[in-house]
């Protein structure tokens, strides 16, 4: 007799493409949560056409690039140590610059869209697929309710398409961790 599964609604955070497909084998996925954003799109590859093709929701963390895409990160700002960006490759001084370019991209579409850059951050992770629900996290009402509204906020296809474009284009300083961190082995398991 096959394994009864008893729950009703349940996820996997960060977890493998493998065990994913193991998982939802056994018991079916309600959703998965993985980082997802402008400056993280490893998701594309594999992830969200797995997703798509199980029909399980997709929650990504860190959509606002743990607050790099707001355009509110000085690239001389520097993290305590208990902030995981502290040992992120990516919010290294030279990387941050690397990647402002970035920002500007961010920017530029704000401002043609009347909206703040952590607006079209949001905006844009939720235009990419229908089962998408990005989780931003911040202790101010004020942003909170700022981001609430860019489910207001609407790209269209051609819009879409050229911003694309346009990140594909870019040459970033993204990695998430250093390759040989306990954090990078863990990862995708
Ligand atoms: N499962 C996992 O491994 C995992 C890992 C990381 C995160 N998460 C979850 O995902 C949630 C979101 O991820 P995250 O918080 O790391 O990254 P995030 O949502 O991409 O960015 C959060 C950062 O952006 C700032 N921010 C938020 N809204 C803003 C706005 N409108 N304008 C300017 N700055 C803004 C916040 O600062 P303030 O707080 O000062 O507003 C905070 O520093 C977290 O709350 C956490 O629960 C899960």
Redo the contacts with the bound molecule.
Sequence with gaps: MGLQCLILHWGL??AGIETIKKAHDICPLTVV?S?Y?MIWREPEKELLPLLEELGIGFVP???????F??A?IDTNQTFAKND?RSRQPRFRKENMEANQVLVDLVKKIADLKDA????VALTWVMAQKPFIVP??????LS??E??INAANIKLTKEELTKIREALDNLELKADRWDPNSDNAKRVGK
């Design positions: 955070s960060e949560e980082e954003s963390f860190a959509p606002l690039g743990k607050g895409l707001t509110t995981t703040t850059p952590a607006q989780i931003p996290g911040s202790r101010k942003r909170i700022e981001n």
